[in-house]
């Protein structure tokens, strides 16, 4: 064989391997639960409402009634945390008035929702009717009223510069899921 043909094959079976890493690696980075490397890992800017609105399954406002925190795998590395929450509001979804979701947090990432506090939760649906997992790439957003009338323009596509800021939190939340960006 030649050498030309050598290094053709070589790099065919390379650029193989690559792509194979990389289908391996969407699929690891896409999984509900776990921490994505970047949010184009999930494919949407979590700085964008209708983005986020259109990649939950749910979008819920819910107020945190406790907490249960898994061992990390192996003594270190990712730490699963499930917290048990009442449905306040559901922006997009029929979901019980309360769930428990999981949320996956690096090694010595402190920040929790914490207990008797309201967020607005992207949520997506596990394989099982009860399974929910705070959505990869999200963060929830510390809400304490739907009247809330601060940072309701949030995000920098969430409404053109023609349109009204919406008038609270709720009106927010509403709209983003009226002009959600599917998947």
Not at 7 to 34: I, M, R, S, Y
Not at 113 to 135: C, F, P
Request: hydrophobic share 40%.
């Amino acid at each position: 064989m030649t050498t030309v043909k050598k290094k053709t094959w070589a790099l065919a079976g390379a650029a193989l391997v690559l792509a194979a890493a990389a289908l391996g690696a969407a699929k690891v980075a896409l999984e509900p639960g776990l921490v994505p490397t970047s949010s184009a890992d999930v494919g949407y800017r979590a700085t964008d409402d209708r983005e986020l609105a259109g990649h939950a399954d749910e979008l819920l406002w819910a107020r945190i009634t406790g907490s249960s925190e898994h061992a990390p795998l192996f003594g270190g590395g990712p730490v699963r945390v499930d917290y048990r929450v009442s449905v306040e509001r559901a922006f997009k979804g029929t979901p019980p008035t309360t769930v428990t979701m999981s949320a996956v947090y690096a090694d010595g990432d402190g920040n929790r929702m914490e207990e008797g506090r309201s967020y607005v939760i992207a949520v997506a649906r596990g394989t099982q009717e009860e399974t929910r997992w705070v959505l990869p790439g999200s963060a929830p957003v510390d809400t304490p009223s739907l009247d809330d009338t601060g940072d309701v323009r949030q995000g920098e596509h969430n409404a053109s510069r023609r349109d009204a800021a919406p008038a609270n939190q709720e009106a927010r939340w509403a709209q983003a899921v009226a002009r959600q960006i599917e998947r």
